[in-house]
């Protein structure tokens, strides 16, 4: 990161949250803003109001995990329709508000306004030790890849709709512990969440990083996921981080298996490579789909 | 305020912005999130992408200036449809960003969407020393009330699209001089920007500070601005403000007359009066419009 400067900002654009250090503050403060949008991150039909605003702040504080860091406030603005009836809008607050407070981040304030679809932008404020947030940024070569829990499972949930992979979709869980975790032990050298696919995501944190890639075997499957699923499927949730060869990366943490699934090479060619072949980026894009 | 913590929410939803204070730091942070939509907020047959982005900063940096706060930073939610062209998007980000640069807001990070409207969510935080932060709340019986500049223009530009009313509607100016010299000068004892219209925030004001208030004569008149536009138009981006009766508040500021409108009294059964009769909130309201 560099000379670390008194205050101001430290990380703008890039990383799962941008960096901001206040004059003489103890710690840093990590930002995130996540929009959800009605018939593109969610359907009314299939979504339920809670559920909806649990996934809402979910994202958010998966963020705030990504960095190492503690939830300390969020912002939500909100967008109803004229047909958003005051049951929907309880429920939706209700899911939000029960995730945001078990994780000790009180809803402060925002914004309200109507409109012809219903969506919504939450902000979330994380606080970390001054000039120790985990960046995309600090892969070396050398160093292990690592995933948490099983990829897949949110992709296959939106096609089947059914069971364990259908409550992965809905209702992600933030590893707020085990970001921190990988903070306080100084095992990770670079750290970000899955919310666009392994492929995509690894991309973003091998260019990042100034480095390449190599993953082998099979990473972690979500029972019922496909291949495709599992390379390229998007809101897992679940940290990818990279840690040094020296460092005691435990295989699991609180019953969360952290499986090791590749190296971090220097940079080449490719950015990354599955067995040997190079793996393209065919998660989630904002830009082209 | 009541006793003030070492660090933590230190105000809530209710007012322009939240005030968070991080443990050690110098100054109090304070935040505000604003969304635009278009077909509500903007019409991109009328609105020029430039003006659009100008605007949606400038809503967020009025609220900075009605703590009497600087601008620190900025973060951007920004979804666009499948149609929306690069020179659009360049254009919007040019005007956010002169206005940001301008007042000392980077842009540190934010998400971007598709969706089936434009829509954007500008969040901005503000610093101010410690418990300095200017709120509505603080209204007393006795204190005079005052607003900065000319009321009605936004409203009047909405109806005529004509001269100056226009730039007014299209290009507000964020007071945050004018909200930092009345902080510093200690002559405000409540302050606020008036967004939806001089009666509904002043009834906002006289709400949060449990008091009543009388307007007498005629509020400041924009140009080409009706009676109606004055009292109840939105949009305007000036400041709301009462001082004390021994506050020498000068008559204008930088060139922006400062003009007394009104005075608080005691909490009574009717909030707000104007010259005797009851002012109803006739201004903006985002539940009802």
């Known amino acids: 990161m560099g000379p670390v400067p008194a205050g101001g900002v430290i990380v703008a654009i890039g990383d799962d949250c941008a960096v901001y250090r206040p004059q003489g503050a103890k710690e840093d403060l990590v930002f995130t803003t996540d929009m959800m949008h009605e018939g593109v991150h969610f359907l009314m039909e299939t979504h339920s109001a809670r559920d909806i605003g649990y996934k809402a702040m979910a994202r958010g504080l998966s963020d705030i995990a990504a960095m190492g860091a503690e939830p300390r406030f969020a912002l939500l603005s909100l967008s109803l329709t004229a047909k958003t009836d005051a049951k929907w809008v309880e429920e939706f607050y209700k899911g939000l508000l029960d995730l945001a407070l078990a994780h000790g981040a009180p809803l402060l304030g925002g914004d309200t306004a109507k409109a012809s679809a219903m969506s919504c932008d939450v902000i979330v404020c994380g606080g970390v030790p001054r000039g ?26 939106l096609r089947t709709k059914k069971a364990d992979a259908w409550k992965r979709h809905l209702r992600p869980k933030p590893r707020l512990n085990l970001g921190q975790f990988l903070r306080q032990k100084r095992l990770a050298s670079a750290l970000m969440d899955l919310s666009d696919g392994l492929s995509t995501d690894l991309h973003r944190m091998v260019n990042a990083s100034g480095v390449s890639a190599e993953l082998d075997g099979l990473p972690p499957l979500f029972p019922g996921a496909t291949l495709d699923e599992v390379l390229h499927g998007g809101e897992d949730y679940e940290l990818l981080f990279t840690a040094p060869r020296r460092a005691k990366v435990p295989a699991e943490f609180e019953g969360l298996p952290l499986t090791r699934i590749g190296s971090i090479l220097k940079h080449g060619k490719v950015p990354v490579t599955w067995n040997g072949a190079p793996l393209p980026a065919l998660g989630w894009d904002h830009f082209t789909k």
């Open 132 to 157: 120790k947030a985990l960046l995309r940024s600090g892969a070396v070569p050398g160093d292990r890849i690592f995933v948490s829990g099983l990829l897949g499972g949110s992709a296959a949930g």
